[in-house]
């Protein structure tokens, strides 16, 4: 069974930073498209970022300018830079590598940010 390791998440104020990182198998990592989503309490589940194989990236909106995905391949890990958080950038960031038409999730990590 594949299994996607995320951490990095955690308690910080208004206006911090925080760096989330997602391992994956080696097998799977540098074949697969890659994206962080995050779930907010009450509320269903946003797509945040993506990053193609190739590298091309793209964002929500709403997240343009502080948020940055990036992937180190010799570490099969894929992160998501967070800064300038705001309280309602809180709930459970998840990763999600596809492979084809196969689609892996990894088991969320919690961000809270306090005002």
């Known amino acids: 069974q594949v299994q996607l390791v995320e951490s990095g998440g955690g308690l910080v104020q208004a206006g911090g930073s925080l760096r989330l990182s997602c391992v994956a198998p080696?097998?799977?990592?540098?074949?697969?498209?890659m994206g962080w989503y995050r779930q907010a309490p009450g509320k269903q589940r946003e797509w945040v970022a993506a990053?193609?194989?190739?590298?091309?990236?793209n964002y929500a909106d709403y997240m343009k300018g502080r948020f940055t995905i990036s992937r180190d391949n010799g570490k099969n890990t894929v992160y998501l830079q967070m800064n300038t958080l705001k309280p309602e950038d809180t709930g459970v960031y998840y990763c999600?590598?596809?492979?084809?038409?196969?689609?892996?999730w990894g088991q969320g990590t919690q961000v809270t940010v306090s005002s």
């Open positions: 080696s097998a799977i990592f540098s074949v697969a498209g």
């Open positions: 999600r590598l596809n492979v084809g038409l196969t689609t892996y």
């Open positions: 990053m193609t194989r190739s590298g091309t990236t």
